[in-house]
């Protein structure tokens, strides 16, 4: 199975603030890689995907990075409404898989 | 617009089945797609279950594999899952989802129904 690990799992921010997140798999996945967003008591929401793609609709202050093994997800200025939870999820081999998570709080 | 929605018991004895059924809307359950579903135990992280195709095909994490059942039901709209032999551990969050294509992301998920395992 690949694993997904996310690095910081917990960041404190303030708003304006450039914020990146770390994605690092435990074999090469391509470009086969998706960011969601959530927040609590909702489901996750796709901001990003194939790497580096940014879904319709998502603010292009998201943006993503990177393939085989690392990848970033960077927020280039944070607004009140990006406290959230990130993860990333792999879709390259099954089992599908998620990180951890990264919980970006104030 | 796609919209899912899931329903089912939200308590849940132990050793017994859990059984959730997703209800689709906006598109067709036989359009190609591929629907999953999602658990989040209380404060935790996100675990992909498994996924089935309308023809029948699924793809089950094999960490579940031995416990899990799913099924499409075309005539409804909708499709289900079944885990066997729960324990405390399964209680979560239980998400379904869509994917387009076979190489897509989840693009449309349900609202979430919580299910306590608990006697």
Redesign the interface.
Known sequence: ?IQLTQSPSFLSASVGDRVTITCRASQGIRS?L?W?Q?KPG?????LI?AASTL?SGVPSRFSGSGSGTEFTLTISSLQPEDFATY?C?Q?NT????????AKVEI | QVQLHESGPGLVKPSGTLSLTCAVSGVFINNNNWWSWVRQPPGKGLEWIGEIHHIGSANYNPSLKSRVTMSVDKSKNQFSLDLYSVTAADTAVYYCARRPFYSDPFDYWGQGTLVTVSS
């Open positions: 199975d086969d998706v969601y959530q909702k489901a996750p929401k796709l995907y879904q993860y999820q879709l099954y089992p599908l898989s998620f990180g951890g998570g």
